[in-house]
């Protein structure tokens, strides 16, 4: 069997490899799929819906960073329907926690406020919930704010695929789903951790980051991580094909 | 027959404040209540958040001086992490404190009270704002804007942004100045002092046409706070805390910021939501004490750059060695400005202000921070406590308004008792009381009304509290649909 597969996106004839999703098609292709929870090196777990496509013959979206790309394919990455929906998942993920960007450490390096930005959300349709949620600073380098987590569980998958600690996991179900750190204890008294910040690196917002840095002082170091990733990932089980 | 009188808004104030007159049965002033009608909650929402975001959360307090809450925030940090900051540091935190001080003493004095002192008090309200300004004293107008401009520029060249920068963090600044900004704020600065001159000399032209105002307007005996070097000159960033008799005694110097509460107490006030704090040697309310430019001239020896020591010379020489009417407020105020453009140009000429060490790190070493510095609208206190991990357990603020509050009720009973007798309410006095809130510069919360009248209404209740009657005069003009951003 060939290793090139030819795909159609928006309407232009591509070539993949074969066993690459289409939001991996697309990105070696140049063109532009948002996603919150995908990050190289990782294996995919399609919770954020940012990365929805159309794909003809099919009359649901799909998530392109678990669709396998297939020979013959025919994908729209952007359409009014899709910029649509792609927003509702933006502003679900706002009213869902407290997610107050100008306070916020990673103010200007945050990939949900670039999204948020970049898909033209300027108000959020839905009653935010404002649910009553911990600070845990009791690790000595490191702080997680859940007030700024979006359940993309990339530190999830960074720390089981790449760092092997198994530290992070989610609790809870549902809207009371949260990350939490081993058999939920505060992270400081974790058994298991390295300190190797990688959780904090891939973070997407500010919900993980270093302690000590003010307003609009935490940017993330992703290509490190993704280059360690690339590495180590294929070394372990769950990691990416 | 006892009576209620309620101006429901004070406008042109950064925030809502509301005003009840209470009249006992011969028709006369019984007294009267300053009610600040909002809540806003920082003290209890920032339970449990990281200490060093406290300077970001608390700079949204306000945005007319945002500055002012980050350097007493990031200064209670300090204490927190125990840290002498880098000496480039203090002089570029206290060189962004004079260039907020400019710009918010030009806001009040241009904007918001020079209207009713160039317009007069008694003035149609549809021309007595900013734009009637900008009609009628277009010089003055511009001159106001370039100076409020000046102001908000430097801190935009020092830290990045004019309104809630995040240059200042805990431990110092997040950026050296560069040589660049250093070079633009030197060369807009004589404009900006020739401004500053001539608005002291307007002041100084005009003080004899307000006899009445001078006469009712909180002129009464207080205590005053405010900070000073240990030799006495005024301060603004960081200093002693000292609390001064009218008569000019000193009755307390707060050497460590901690024990600020040995000497302040805070007492909560049935109709408002903002508290009133009081000197505890003297109890409450007989504790009562003010703040701001007037009160820091009262308790300072002198400012310490030489034209703004000249103009405190004169100031003294004509209204004697600690004036108490509110209406000097303006006066102070612009000696202030004065001295802020001097102190900058200083500051400037620092030999280390270009230093590119600026920031000192440190993770929790002490669990408890007071960071004072001094407001342009006085004294601003900031205390945290944390756990040993840096979340903050317990915070409270005690902020230039709050001090004045009990002055500021006092005064309004006083321009009521000049202005009301026989149950009659002169021509005038809601505009008065309007004023004299406005000599304070209160700043109830971060929204300015500069331009945009609410409309007056005088609530008359009876002794069961059944409204009499409503007085009320029109809106000049009708409120803006959505707000005037609150910085030029």
């Given amino acids: ?241 | 027959m006892s009576q209620t009188i309620t101006i429901p808004h004070v406008t042109r104030i950064e925030g809502h404040a509301r005003v009840s007159i209470h009249l006992d049965d011969a028709g006369e002033v019984s007294g009267a209540q300053l009610h600040v009608t909002q809540i806003r909650g920082f003290e209890k929402f920032t339970e449990g958040r990281p200490y060093y975001e406290m300077p970001a959360i608390t700079a949204r307090i306000c945005g007319i001086c945002p500055v002012s809450h980050l350097l007493a925030s990031v200064k209670a940090c300090d204490a927190i992490m125990a840290v002498r900051i880098p000496p480039a540091a203090k002089l570029l935190r206290e060189l962004l404190h004079c260039a907020q001080f400019v710009q918010s003493h030009a806001l009040s004095f241009f904007h918001l009270s020079a209207p009713d002192l160039l317009l007069g008090m008694d003035a149609d309200p549809a021309i007595r704002n900013i734009a009637g300004m900008i009609e009628n004293h277009p010089q003055l107008a511009r001159d106001g804007i370039a100076l409020r401009r000046f102001g908000q520029q430097a801190i935009e060249r020092m830290a990045g942004e004019r309104i809630h920068p995040s240059w200042t963090v805990p431990g110092g600044v997040n950026k050296p100045l560069s040589s660049d900004a250093r070079e633009a704020i030197l060369s807009d600065l004589p404009v900006a002092r020739s401004i500053a001159r001539r608005t002291v000399k307007l002041i100084k032209s005009i003080l004899d046409k307000f006899p009445e105002e001078i006469a009712s307007f909180s002129n009464a005996p207080t205590m005053y706070a405010g900070l000073t070097s240990p030799a006495g000159e005024l301060r603004w960033y960081d200093g002693l805390l000292r609390f001064v008799s009218q008569e000019g005694e000193q009755l307390a110097e707060v050497e460590d910021p901690v024990d600020y509460a040995e000497y302040i107490g805070e007492a909560a006030m049935p109709h408002s939501y903002l508290k009133a704090p009081y000197f505890k040697p003297r109890g409450f309310p007989a504790g009562e004490y003010r703040v701001g430019p007037l009160a820091r001239l009262n308790v300072a020896a002198r400012c310490g750059t030489p034209e703004a020591d000249a103009e405190l010379a004169e100031y003294r020489q004509r209204l004697g060695d600690r004036p108490q009417s509110a209406f000097f407020y303006h006066y102070a105020r612009l000696i202030e400005c004065l001295h802020g453009v001097e102190r900058m140009e200083r500051l400037l000429d620092e030999r280390r202000i270009l230093d590119t060490h600026v920031r000192a790190t440190a993770g929790v070493n002490e669990l408890e921070g007071v960071g004072i510095i001094e407001a342009p609208r006085g004294v601003l206190i900031h205390h945290y406590q944390v756990d040993e991990h840096g979340a903050i357990t317990w915070a409270n603020l005690i902020v230039a308004t709050g001090h004045n509050n009990l002055a500021m009720s006092r005064g309004v009973e006083q321009v009521a008792r000049h202005f009301i007798h026989n149950g009659k309410v002169e021509e005038g006095m809601l505009n008065r009381v309007s004023a004299l809130v406005r000599a304070y510069d209160p700043c109830l919360s971060c929204s300015t009304h500069a331009l945009g009248q609410v409309p007056l209404v005088i609530d008359i209740h009876g002794p069961q509290g059944e409204p009499l009657q409503t007085l009320t005069s029109a809106p000049a003009m009708s409120p803006p649909k959505s707000r005037p951003p609150s910085s030029a």
């Avoid at chain 1, 799929?33 to 919770?47: M, R």
């Avoid at chain 1, 809207?175 to 204890?185: K, P, Q, T």
């Avoid at chain 1, 980051?209 to 003010?214: L, M, R, S």
């Fill in chain 1, 1 to 241: 069997m060939p290793n090139r597969i030819s795909i159609r996106i928006d309407g232009e004839l591509v070539q993949a490899e074969r066993g690459q999703t289409i939001f991996e098609a697309a990105q070696s292709n140049n063109k532009f799929i948002p996603g919150l929870c995908q990050f190289k090196g990782l294996s995919t777990v399609g919770a954020c819906r940012l990365c929805v496509v159309e794909v003809q013959g099919v009359n649901r979206l799909l998530p392109s960073c678990t669709t396998p790309a297939q020979d013959g394919m025919a994908v729209i990455t952007k359409s009014a329907r899709l910029n649509d929906y792609r927003r509702q998942s933006l502003e679900l993920l706002f009213a869902e926690k407290n997610h107050v960007c100008a306070v916020c450490v990673s103010n200007n390096h945050c990939e949900l406020q670039a999204y948020a930005q970049r898909l033209g959300v300027t108000n959020v349709r839905y009653a935010y919930r404002y649910p009553k949620l911990h600070v845990d600073m009791s690790h000595p380098r490191f702080v997680i704010d859940h007030n700024r987590c979006v359940l993309c569980t990339r530190c999830v998958r960074v720390c089981n695929e790449v760092e092997g600690a198994y530290v992070w996991g989610v609790a809870g179900r549902g809207i009371g789903s949260r990350i939490a750190c081993e058999m939920d204890r505060a992270w400081g008294n974790s058994a298991s951790c390295t300190n190797c910040g990688k959780c904090v690196q891939v973070c997407p917002t500010g919900a993980l980051a270093e302690k000590g840095f003010a307003a609009e002082e935490m940017v993330k170091r992703q290509d490190l991580v993704e280059r360690l990733a690339t590495i180590r990932g294929t070394m372990n089980p769950g990691g990416p094909r």
